[in-house]
C-alpha cells in the first residue's frame, strides 16, 4: 500500500480543491485552453529538469512510494502527474480567492 503514498497527496490535494469549481463557479476547467497553456508549459520545463536530474544521478525516488510506472528517462509517472496536479489546485485556490474577493483577472469583460 506504501507505493500508492505520492498518488495518495495527488488525490488529497484534488479533493481539497476540486468542490472549488462547482460550488464557487471558478470555471477553471470549463476554460481548458487557457488550463492547458498555463500548465503544460511549466509543467514540461520541470520534467526535463527532472529528466537531466535523474541522467544526472542527483535526484531519485524511493521505489517504495511510487507505483513503479516508469517512462521513458526513468520518470516515474506518479512526478508526472504531480507537475500537472499541484499546478491545478493552485490555480483552482487562485481563483476561488479572486471569486470570493470579486476581483477581475484582467481579461474578463466590466
Not at 488529497?12 to 481548458?32: D, F, M, Y
Not at 541522467?55 to 504531480?82: C, K, M, N, S, Y
Request: neutral net charge; contains cysteine; aromatic residues 10%.
Amino acid at each position: 500500500m506504501r507505493q500508492f503514498g505520492y498518488l495518495s497527496v495527488l488525490a488529497g490535494c484534488l479533493l481539497a480543491a476540486l468542490w472549488l469549481e462547482p460550488i464557487l463557479k471558478v470555471n477553471v476547467l470549463r476554460r481548458g485552453r487557457r488550463l492547458i497553456l498555463t500548465i503544460l508549459p511549466v509543467a514540461a520545463v520541470f520534467i526535463l529538469w527532472d529528466l537531466a536530474a535523474i541522467a544526472a544521478g542527483h535526484w531519485t525516488f524511493d521505489p517504495e512510494q511510487i507505483t513503479g510506472v516508469r517512462l521513458p528517462g526513468d520518470l516515474p509517472l506518479d512526478e508526472v502527474l504531480f507537475f500537472l496536479v499541484v499546478p491545478l489546485c493552485a490555480i483552482l485556490g487562485f481563483e476561488a480567492v479572486r471569486a470570493v474577493l470579486r476581483r477581475p483577472a484582467g481579461d474578463e469583460e466590466l
